[in-house]
């Protein structure tokens, strides 16, 4: 539900002059509040009994990933690898591996029953 809500509902702020100097901090006080208060005001409650994530984010600003999880925390890793789903970790070894991505996903495919192509990738350029 929570990405639902994101994916088809959520408006992304408007990227401002001071936001393209500083996207850290742009996606740090504007775009997860924002996100909060859209899964907020769409009936979205985290279940604090899970250890469980409810959900992770990647989202990419002028070239640059952001990963946003169910505590909506900015993250950003040193090596720039991003994964997410059930077969993250997997693909994320493989490519700190020096697979390419293609190769990477068809590694995490064999090693996990929910990981399946067809792979859809975006690209983004700054």
Not at 30 to 41: E, G, K, W
Not at 84 to 108: P, R
Request: glycine content about 6%; overall charge negative.
């Amino acid at each position: 539900m929570p990405c639902d809500i994101v994916q088809h509902i959520w408006k992304p702020p408007s990227l401002t002059p001071v936001a393209v100097k500083d996207p850290y901090h742009y996606m740090v006080e504007t775009v997860a509040p924002s996100i909060r208060f859209t899964l907020s005001v769409n009936g979205y409650q985290p279940d604090k009994e899970s250890e469980d994530q409810d959900f992770i984010f990647l989202i990419a600003l002028n070239g640059i990933i952001y990963e946003i999880d169910d505590t909506l925390s900015v993250l950003m890793r040193n090596d720039g690898i991003y994964g997410i789903g059930s077969g993250a970790s997997y693909a994320i070894g493989a490519l700190q591996a020096g697979a390419s991505w293609k190769q990477a996903m068809n590694i995490a495919a064999k090693n996990n029953v929910f990981t399946a192509p067809p792979f859809i990738t975006h690209k983004q350029t700054k």
